[in-house]
Nanobody, 118 residues
Framework: QVRVVESGGGLVQPGGSLRLSCAAS???????????MGWYRQAPGKERELVAA???????NYADSVKGRFTISRDNAKNTVYLHMNSLKPEDTAAYYC?????????WGQGTQVTVSS
């Protein structure tokens, strides 16, 4: 079984910064490795959307709304992915979820809330 745990969310003022972390663990990693990890977010009344994704070789994709402000990175040895969020806007307020696809299955964390408000 795979365990996915996010952390780092909280309240921040507009223009502020946060770093989210996501750690994946489980006995399955003795036989498989994670090729890609991603961050999604969902605000009340809106659909879940991709924020950023990264492969094990370092290739990245970003939503247009966060390009230039957010940076995704990972520590392959620790099966951990980070989302560095700068110049935060109220529009970034949402629950952020970590996605870990393994052997055709999507594993999700419980989410961490990010609220950007003055």
């Amino acid at each position: 079984q795979v365990r996915v745990v996010e952390s780092g969310g909280g309240l921040v003022q507009p223009g502020g910064s946060l770093r989210l972390s996501c750690a994946a663990s489980g006995s399955i990693f003795s036989i498989v490795s994670i090729n890609a990890m991603g961050w999604y977010r969902q605000a009340p009344g809106k659909e879940r959307e991709l924020v950023a994704a990264i492969t094990n070789t370092g290739s990245t994709n970003y939503a247009d709304s966060v390009k230039g402000r957010f940076t995704i990175s990972r520590d392959n040895a620790k099966n951990t992915v980070y989302l560095h969020m700068n110049s935060l806007k109220p529009e970034d307020t949402a629950a952020y979820y970590c996605n870990v696809p393994i052997v055709g299955y999507d594993y999700w964390g419980q989410g961490t809330q990010v609220t950007v408000s003055s």
